[in-house]
Protein backbone atom coordinates (compact mmCIF):
# COMPACT_ATOMS: atom_id res chain seq x y z
CA UNK A 1 0.00 0.00 0.00
CA UNK A 2 1.44 3.40 -0.99
CA UNK A 3 2.46 5.53 2.36
CA UNK A 4 0.26 8.26 1.64
CA UNK A 5 -2.74 5.83 0.85
CA UNK A 6 -1.88 4.13 4.20
CA UNK A 7 -1.95 7.61 6.18
CA UNK A 8 -4.92 8.50 4.79
CA UNK A 9 -6.14 4.79 5.91
CA UNK A 10 -5.08 5.39 9.35
CA UNK A 11 -7.02 8.60 9.95
CA UNK A 12 -10.13 6.77 8.52
CA UNK A 13 -9.80 4.17 10.99
CA UNK A 14 -8.81 6.27 13.89
CA UNK A 15 -12.38 7.72 13.54
CA UNK A 16 -13.41 4.58 13.39
CA UNK A 17 -14.64 4.75 9.93
CA UNK A 18 -16.37 0.97 9.64
CA UNK A 19 -15.73 1.10 5.08
CA UNK A 20 -12.05 2.01 6.33
CA UNK A 21 -11.95 -1.28 8.60
CA UNK A 22 -13.09 -3.19 5.83
CA UNK A 23 -10.34 -1.74 3.20
CA UNK A 24 -7.89 -2.71 6.08
CA UNK A 25 -9.30 -6.56 6.19
CA UNK A 26 -9.44 -6.62 2.69
CA UNK A 27 -6.13 -5.41 1.97
CA UNK A 28 -4.40 -7.41 5.24
CA UNK A 29 -6.61 -10.43 5.79
CA UNK A 30 -4.23 -12.82 3.65
CA UNK A 31 -1.03 -12.49 5.08
CA UNK A 32 -2.83 -12.44 8.74
CA UNK A 33 -3.74 -15.58 8.12
CA UNK A 34 -0.83 -16.76 6.58
CA UNK A 35 1.65 -16.11 9.30
CA UNK A 36 -0.97 -17.35 11.52
CA UNK A 37 -1.22 -20.30 10.30
CA UNK A 38 2.45 -21.17 9.67
CA UNK A 39 3.03 -20.76 13.24
CA UNK A 40 -0.25 -22.24 14.93
CA UNK A 41 -0.89 -25.20 12.46
CA UNK A 42 -4.76 -25.32 12.96
CA UNK A 43 -6.94 -24.23 10.37
CA UNK A 44 -9.52 -23.26 12.58
CA UNK A 45 -7.34 -21.79 15.50
CA UNK A 46 -5.87 -19.28 13.04
CA UNK A 47 -8.92 -18.57 11.34
CA UNK A 48 -10.31 -17.88 15.20
CA UNK A 49 -7.00 -15.81 16.00
CA UNK A 50 -7.03 -13.74 12.87
CA UNK A 51 -10.35 -12.24 13.31
CA UNK A 52 -9.24 -11.42 16.98
CA UNK A 53 -6.27 -9.55 15.36
CA UNK A 54 -8.59 -7.76 13.57
CA UNK A 55 -10.60 -6.69 16.28
CA UNK A 56 -7.76 -5.68 18.70
CA UNK A 57 -6.57 -3.53 15.77
CA UNK A 58 -9.86 -2.11 15.09
CA UNK A 59 -9.48 -1.33 18.93
CA UNK A 60 -6.24 -0.04 19.58
CA UNK A 61 -5.73 2.09 16.35
CA UNK A 62 -6.03 5.05 18.16
CA UNK A 63 -2.77 4.38 19.67
CA UNK A 64 -1.07 3.54 16.62
CA UNK A 65 2.09 6.25 16.56
CA UNK A 66 3.46 5.64 12.98
CA UNK A 67 6.63 4.62 14.12
CA UNK A 68 6.35 1.79 11.55
CA UNK A 69 4.25 1.10 8.70
CA UNK A 70 0.93 -0.37 9.62
CA UNK A 71 1.99 -3.92 8.01
CA UNK A 72 4.54 -4.33 10.83
CA UNK A 73 2.27 -3.00 13.58
CA UNK A 74 -0.30 -5.98 12.23
CA UNK A 75 2.47 -8.61 12.10
CA UNK A 76 3.84 -7.74 15.36
CA UNK A 77 -0.01 -7.98 16.97
CA UNK A 78 -0.40 -11.39 14.53
CA UNK A 79 2.50 -12.51 16.19
CA UNK A 80 2.36 -11.71 19.88
CA UNK A 81 -1.45 -12.96 19.54
CA UNK A 82 -0.70 -16.44 18.17
CA UNK A 83 2.17 -16.56 20.39
CA UNK A 84 -0.41 -16.18 23.30
CA UNK A 85 -2.55 -18.48 21.83
CA UNK A 86 0.22 -21.46 21.48
CA UNK A 87 0.79 -21.06 25.04
CA UNK A 88 -2.48 -21.31 25.85
CA UNK A 89 -3.07 -24.38 23.74
CA UNK A 90 -0.38 -25.42 25.35
CA UNK A 91 -1.39 -25.14 28.63
CA UNK A 92 -5.11 -26.97 27.99
CA UNK A 93 -2.74 -30.06 26.14
CA UNK A 94 -4.37 -29.46 23.16
CA UNK A 95 -4.08 -32.02 21.23
CA UNK A 96 -2.40 -30.08 18.03
CA UNK A 97 -3.11 -31.14 14.71
CA UNK A 98 -1.57 -29.94 11.89
CA UNK A 99 -4.26 -29.19 9.03
CA UNK A 100 -1.97 -28.46 5.96
CA UNK A 101 -4.74 -28.84 3.27
CA UNK A 102 -2.86 -29.52 0.17
CA UNK A 103 -6.06 -27.33 -1.87
CA UNK A 104 -5.85 -24.46 0.63
CA UNK A 105 -2.49 -24.65 1.25
CA UNK A 106 -1.68 -23.67 -2.37
CA UNK A 107 -4.21 -21.46 -2.88
CA UNK A 108 -4.31 -19.15 0.62
CA UNK A 109 -0.08 -19.50 1.09
CA UNK A 110 2.57 -18.81 -1.32
CA UNK A 111 5.81 -20.75 0.27
CA UNK A 112 9.19 -19.31 -0.36
CA UNK A 113 10.01 -22.83 -0.43
CA UNK A 114 8.67 -22.88 -4.13
CA UNK A 115 9.37 -21.54 -6.71
CA UNK A 116 7.16 -20.11 -9.73
CA UNK A 117 8.20 -20.92 -13.20
CA UNK A 118 6.86 -20.27 -16.81
CA UNK A 119 6.16 -23.77 -17.95
CA UNK A 120 3.61 -25.95 -16.41
CA UNK A 121 5.01 -28.48 -14.46
CA UNK A 122 4.65 -32.50 -14.93
CA UNK A 123 1.68 -34.16 -12.49
CA UNK A 124 4.86 -36.04 -10.71
CA UNK A 125 6.68 -32.74 -10.89
CA UNK A 126 3.51 -31.42 -9.14
CA UNK A 127 3.28 -33.92 -6.51
CA UNK A 128 6.64 -33.89 -5.54
CA UNK A 129 6.40 -30.28 -4.80
CA UNK A 130 3.32 -30.85 -2.35
CA UNK A 131 5.47 -33.66 -0.72
CA UNK A 132 8.12 -31.34 -0.38
CA UNK A 133 6.07 -29.01 0.96
CA UNK A 134 4.02 -30.08 3.21
CA UNK A 135 7.55 -31.94 4.73
CA UNK A 136 8.68 -28.62 5.36
CA UNK A 137 5.60 -27.37 6.48
CA UNK A 138 6.00 -30.07 9.44
CA UNK A 139 9.47 -29.51 10.11
CA UNK A 140 8.65 -25.95 10.69
CA UNK A 141 5.71 -26.69 13.22
CA UNK A 142 8.35 -28.52 15.17
CA UNK A 143 10.58 -25.26 15.64
CA UNK A 144 10.47 -23.37 18.72
CA UNK A 145 7.35 -20.95 17.92
CA UNK A 146 10.72 -17.75 18.51
CA UNK A 147 12.48 -19.60 15.51
CA UNK A 148 9.45 -20.28 13.62
CA UNK A 149 8.40 -16.45 13.61
CA UNK A 150 11.57 -15.35 12.33
CA UNK A 151 11.75 -17.90 9.69
CA UNK A 152 8.22 -16.84 8.67
CA UNK A 153 8.63 -13.26 8.48
CA UNK A 154 11.86 -13.22 6.26
CA UNK A 155 11.44 -16.25 4.20
CA UNK A 156 7.57 -16.84 3.67
CA UNK A 157 6.90 -13.48 4.08
CA UNK A 158 10.07 -11.61 2.64
CA UNK A 159 10.43 -8.62 5.08
CA UNK A 160 12.95 -6.97 6.44
CA UNK A 161 15.77 -7.62 8.48
CA UNK A 162 14.73 -4.03 9.83
CA UNK A 163 10.94 -4.93 9.60
CA UNK A 164 11.51 -8.30 11.76
CA UNK A 165 13.37 -6.40 14.40
CA UNK A 166 10.18 -3.96 15.37
CA UNK A 167 8.09 -6.52 15.21
CA UNK A 168 10.16 -8.73 17.34
CA UNK A 169 11.70 -6.45 19.29
CA UNK A 170 15.27 -7.52 18.41
CA UNK A 171 18.23 -6.11 17.15
CA UNK A 172 19.20 -6.31 13.45
CA UNK A 173 21.81 -8.49 14.32
CA UNK A 174 19.89 -11.03 16.84
CA UNK A 175 17.33 -11.43 14.19
CA UNK A 176 19.81 -12.65 11.24
CA UNK A 177 21.90 -14.82 13.79
CA UNK A 178 18.68 -16.21 15.41
CA UNK A 179 17.47 -16.56 11.97
CA UNK A 180 20.79 -18.69 11.25
CA UNK A 181 20.17 -21.08 14.04
CA UNK A 182 16.43 -21.20 12.75
CA UNK A 183 16.92 -22.21 9.12
CA UNK A 184 19.60 -24.99 10.30
CA UNK A 185 17.25 -26.39 12.92
CA UNK A 186 14.65 -26.39 10.32
CA UNK A 187 17.15 -28.06 7.96
CA UNK A 188 17.78 -30.73 10.55
CA UNK A 189 14.44 -31.75 10.92
CA UNK A 190 13.55 -31.60 6.95
CA UNK A 191 16.65 -34.12 6.85
CA UNK A 192 15.68 -36.69 10.04
CA UNK A 193 12.02 -36.53 8.58
CA UNK A 194 12.92 -37.75 5.24
CA UNK A 195 15.39 -40.38 6.43
CA UNK A 196 12.32 -41.49 8.55
CA UNK A 197 10.60 -41.62 5.52
CA UNK A 198 12.94 -43.73 3.74
CA UNK A 199 13.49 -46.33 6.65
CA UNK A 200 16.75 -44.87 7.55
Known amino acids: MAESSERALIKRLKRHDEAAFNELVRAYQAQVFR ?10 EAEEVAQEVFITVFKAIKNFRGDSKLSTWLYRIAVNHT ?4 KYLARRAHSKKREFDEVGDRD ?10 AKLPRPDEMAQAREAESLIQRALYELEADFRELVILRDVENLTYQEIGAISGLAEGTVKSRLHR ?12 QKRKAGK
Open 35 to 44: VVFRMIGDHA
Open 83 to 86: KNRI
Open 108 to 117: AIESATMHTS
Open 182 to 193: ARLALRERVIKM
